[in-house]
């Protein structure tokens, strides 16, 4: 990453225009600095992960044998880990993973994908947080559950079965156990560090429809985060405005889930200053 030592970009948050303008000045950041984002993701969102970071400006590298982490995760800018296909052989790599992201401060970024539909994964997600994750980003089932550390009854497996509003207090306990901050996406976006809250409603409905979506954005925060590590929780927001934005942009010259996901990864590529400091829609709620 060019300019590793640059301070990173402190805007202030005091009025709607401020919070967009920061937005801008993130993802202007993740372009000037192209990030190294390690991604041990899950085999579904692969590709689109890889595509959202590169059209934003990143660099994604889906590097996950325990052979390799030693040599490479000292190296990288974020780490982002994602259990969505979650095996007995992953489990190890990431928590080697995670622990090597820590040891060399790296900001790292977890994917509670489907948390609540085995013991394994919530008890791999609960080590997983003893590794002190800067983000955890989820829809508000995977965020209800993985706060009361119980699976919940009724989860759908990848997809939310709750709006986000529903897990706003599970978010803000969360964020006080973990010590990270805590995003619980869906038709508005919640981001707190539990105190305080950021309240994001850029986005459209068909980005549900888009396999991979939410751990597309996820791999998004981990960008945005690597540019401004001290500033976790505007980083977050900033990046699920930009994607929201890139999906209602996209939308506007889609004929579906498959042409959506096209012209989102175009807007992520194509979004000028102008655009994201009129449309960014996010604000303070406490
Ligand atoms: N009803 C909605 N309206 C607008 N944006 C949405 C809606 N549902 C989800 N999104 C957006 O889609 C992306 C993925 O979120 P979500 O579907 O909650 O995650 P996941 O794919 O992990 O279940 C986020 O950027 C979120 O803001
Ligand atoms: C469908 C599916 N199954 C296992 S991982 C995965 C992708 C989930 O992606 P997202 O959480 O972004 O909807
Ligand atoms: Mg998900």
Not at 132 to 143: C, D, H, Q, Y
Not at 198 to 212: D, E, L, Y
């Amino acid at each position: 990453m060019e300019e590793k030592d640059a301070t990173p970009p402190k805007p202030s948050t005091d009025t709607s225009s401020d919070w967009a303008r920061m937005a801008w000045t993130h993802l202007d950041a993740v372009r000037r600095r192209a990030p190294l984002v390690q991604c041990i993701t899950n085999l579904v969102s692969m590709d689109i992960a890889a595509n959202v970071l590169l059209a934003s400006g990143a660099s994604p590298a889906m590097i996950h044998s325990i052979h390799e982490i030693p040599d490479f995760t000292p190296k990288v800018d974020a780490l982002y880990i994602n259990i969505g296909t979650l095996s007995a052989e992953w489990v190890p790599a990431m928590e080697m993973g995670a622990k090597a992201a820590i040891e060399v401060n790296r900001p790292w970024v977890l994917d509670p994908v489907a948390v609540s539909v085995s013991s394994y994964r919530m008890e791999a997600c609960l080590k997983l947080i003893l590794q002190k994750p800067t983000v955890i980003r989820g829809n508000a089932s995977e965020i209800l559950a993985l706060s009361s550390a119980r699976r919940i009854s009724g989860a759908k497996g990848a997809d939310s079965d709750h709006e986000s509003i529903d897990a706003l207090d599970a978010a803000k306990s969360l964020a006080k156990s973990s010590g990270a901050v805590v995003a619980v996406s869906g038709a508005v976006d919640f981001i707190t560090d539990g105190d305080r809250v950021i309240s994001c409603s850029n986005g459209v409905q068909m980005m549900q429809k888009i396999t991979a979506t939410g751990c597309a954005v996820t791999a998004l925060i981990a960008a945005f985060v690597a540019v401004d590590p001290w500033n976790a929780l505007q980083a977050t927001a900033s990046a699920l405005s930009v994607f929201g934005l890139a999906g209602e942009l996209g939308m506007e010259m889609a004929n579906g889930p498959a042409s959506l996901r096209m012209h989102m990864v175009d807007w992520l590529c194509r979004l000028d200053e102008g655009t994201v400091t009129a449309r960014v829609r996010l604000s303070c709620r406490s």
